[in-house]
């Protein structure tokens, strides 16, 4: 005979909806959510991973002032790599509603090598047909068959496409941003290309290696090799960029695996609650039904019938839960959530790959840990006696409940007091329900103005208006000499065919350029005024790799070598000798003061030494500073090396010179692309997190007051009215959420910070939790109109359970 | 008549130290198969303990209770289940019926232990409850859920029927009518009973009545004159 228990199913799930429907959705959501974006990131990243392969993406792009000799391609290819050309024009572009400055980087149709994905249209054919990047056509609304002008000629939009090298739409590899607003990459046949104004291409060139898996220190000697080859051939080069540095290339890569691991953080903090719940409400049911069940125990069940029967409930809620919270997350989240990425970066068509170990970690380590939990619960309390479950002892009592209280308090007072002492367990419960509920809503609503801090923080940490880092050292306090000397080797070196320039004034640039002293610095070919040259102050600068406290990956850090009493880096006070440490470094390294630390730079497997005697900065200070003296010792560099300027007014460089130019504004739109990318991953989060905080809260409340839900219909019997009821018994459980809610916001905030420090562990740059004021008042209020919701209609369902009903079942 | 329950030497303490309580005190009875046993005491004297360690929820200190073929006091915690599942009935005074359950399926949830249960229908006629055999718990009358316990008790058929204050929590004609009902189901299946009680005039329809007094047998009496139930007043 099945067990007739069974009938109780449908039952208990009806009675019981809400705590059902809750788990419910809770595991539904939970699941749907971050499958949804696992699976979604996981398929973007598996796509992106395979672009290397699938498109031909190449392993890096050198370019060179004029195009390259036959045999200088020649010579780099025989070190064991294929040169393919990929010559491109920067031409201004307008169309309807284009913004100004609109630039198209223009290539010729590609082939096989970096190829042109399109996801929408052909490949241009004819000369007046323009295939233009998909994000940049979304942000633009452009369609097939639009209009643009390039360049000044009419072109009609046949294609939307990725380049395999312009995931992210980077103009230059050294901004700090990238633009898919006003820059776009775009091919057209080669006479279309062929009739755009040649005298601004560039002459770039696409290696690939003969053996694609070459470790980055390989590639780098590789790359050294090839520079030297070029420059024996007597090409001047102009750009090198190995494929791990190309921002166009991995930035997007790298955003993606960074924001799995905000939602791999929510997902642990989702199953420690969640696993958290399951205990509550298994104890909760335990309780409930203890006579129920002492008297099934008295009768000869057995206690693992009863374990299984008290299984199935929470099992199949939990299965469907968890069925559902997939279907939901691979049909209608995987798309938004895919959409995130594919609104800024341009992958190729996306399509979904199941993932294992999302599925795992998603749902299956959910599913155990509830059954688990359930389980290991249920066997925990059926060790009690079945008379203990017939006596209701299956909870501890302690003598709290005896406390004598001073008869002076009044009786109201007393009561709630003995209310809140008799509920001990279970306010510490709700106590630690509200934490893990608000610790999820406080890292929803926290991630965006902490964004925006951090970012408002980078700002402050640039010490000038403007810092130019430079390829080599480049003086600008130099003679009109000097200067001249080096404008006229430079307009040699700059000249393809000398032969195109007067006799005369060959000569004369022969001349000058003689004088060019090669063991000094190269001198500034553009003049500044003396007051900026007196402003400006020389600093060394390069980058090392040190591990970071969590994982196992490195942190880079920028190494700055900078002038005792630098009048930018005023709060850094280095002398020869006495090294100091950010504070950002400090953190997320963990460096220890007066202790060796080792640094390693990435392309040459170069280790140094740096021994630190204090920290400076905040802690977005990523840097480590020495006096430019020990800097160039350190490394090995001549005396007078240097590799950037520091200044308040903007220079005049030579831009074959500068690598890269940071600005206080710059760093703001860092912090704006920093938003725009983790921004709507926080947002989408809070989408997630706050219907699982209602839910949480809900379940915690009623679970409290529906333990008390027979002495609140006892109170009613007494004839007390609902307002009475009120205040002697629901206001010791408001009271309770509401210190709750405030009182464990110290100990979120904590908790948060050694979640940021481990979700940053996987980021570059520190970030240390910041909490805007606002955040906290939201956070308590969403807490407790939450909990004034679930207690109205709870308090609304016990005043409908007839006072009959209230004296008959007394059990 | 064979004895079917035979108690002997049962003591039985809580506490430790100063706090310990001697609840029952070397307790010896024997009962025959299908014997009416009422258990009278007042509060504190042992009875519902003495009750509790007969139907294997709690073992005792010293002494020794054989149950039909059965030494319960050497039974393994697993055996004892079985004991309770082959010969046992349980009465509440608070009927503790499951509650998301009818009336037939609460009896269901021992009628699926037994493998040779009474017959469900009739069951329900003669615990005059075909009427609300549909019914929920909170849809019928204090005395209907005790008919409807003690139809769960009675449905695996067992031989020994345990009743601890099963009139406790009822009004005088509902007692009146589980205690005919009771008597019938002594008459008609032959079960012993044993009934624990503070109502000393339900001693009239038992053949056996026994006084506990601090942990004491201090009255163990043959009925001669056994009363209807329908006779009893208090």
Known sequence: MASPLRKRLPRELRNNLGKYLGMFLLLALAVAFTSGFLVAASSIQLIGEGMRADYNTEDGHFATTFKADDDSIEAVEALGCTVVEQFYIDAPMTFDGATDGTQARVFPNRGERNQAIYCNGRAPESDGEIALDRVFCQNNGLEIGDAVQLAGREMRLVGIMTLADYTCLFQNNSSFIFNSLSFTTAQVTQDAYDAVDQGSVIYSYAFFLNDRSMPLTERTDFEEDMMETLADNGEVITDLVDYESNQAITYAMDDTEGDQMMWQILLAMLIVIMAFVFVVLTDATIEAESAVIGTLLASGWRKRELVTHYMTLPVLVGVSGAVAGNVIGYTLLVLPMQGLYYNSYGFPPYHTTFNLGVLVSTTIVPLVLLVAITFIGLLRRMRATPLQFLRREITHRSKRSGLQLPERLRFTTRFRLRVFVRNLSHFATLFFGIMFGSLLLLFGLAMMPLMTHFAEESAKGVPAEHLYALKAPVEIDVTEDERAAYAAAEELVLTENLTDIDPSHLLSLYLQASRVDEDENAANTLENSPEAIAQAEKFGMATLQTPRRFGDLSEEITVYGIQPGSRYWTDVPVRDGHACLGLGVQQKCAIVLGEPREFADKYTGDVYEIVFDETVGNTTTMNIYLTLDDFNRLFGNDDDYFSGYASDMPLALNSRYVATEITPDQMLGVAAQLQDSMGTIAQSLLYAVVPLFLILIYLLTKTVIDRSARSISYMKVFGYHDREISRLYIRSITVTVLASLVLCLPIIVGALDLIVQVMMSKYAGNLEIWIAPQTYVIEVLVGAVTYAVVAALHMRRIRSVPLALAMKVQE | ?234
């Not at chain 2, 037994?114 to 009358?141: Q, T, V, Y």
């Not at chain 2, 859920?145 to 601890?164: S, T």
């Not at chain 2, 026994?210 to 001669?224: A, E, F, I, K, T």
């Open chain 2, 1 to 234: 008549m064979a004895t079917y329950l035979e108690v002997r030497g049962l003591c039985k303490s809580y506490g430790e130290g100063e706090a310990r309580v001697q609840v029952l005190r070397g307790i010896d009875v024997s009962l025959k198969k299908g014997e009416v046993c009422v258990l009278l005491g007042p509060s504190g004297s042992g009875k519902s303990t003495f009750l509790n360690i007969v139907g294997g929820l709690e073992p005792a200190d010293e002494g020794s209770i054989r149950v039909g073929d059965a030494v319960i006091t050497d039974l393994s915690a697993n055996d004892l289940v079985e004991y309770r599942r082959a010969q046992l009935g349980f009465v509440f005074q608070f009927y503790n019926l499951v509650p998301d359950l009818t009336v037939t399926e609460n009896i269901e949830v021992c009628q699926c232990l037994s493998a040779n249960p009474l017959p469900m229908d009739d069951l329900l006629h003669s615990l005059g409850l075909w009427e609300h055999r549909r019914k929920f718990p909170h849809e019928i009358s204090g005395g209907q859920q005790q008919r409807c316990a003690i139809g769960r008790a009675l449905v695996k058929n067992p031989g020994l029927l345990l009743c601890d204050e099963p009139t406790g929590a009822l009004d005088y004609h509902t007692s009146k009518e589980i205690l005919e009902l009771m008597e019938q189901v002594n008459r008609e299946y032959g079960c012993t009973i044993v009934i624990v009680t503070h109502n000393d005039a339900i001693k009239g329809m038992a053949h056996r009545i026994l006084r506990l007094r601090d942990g004491q047998l201090v009255g163990d009496d043959v009925n001669p004159h056994v009363l209807p139930a329908r006779e009893l007043t208090w």
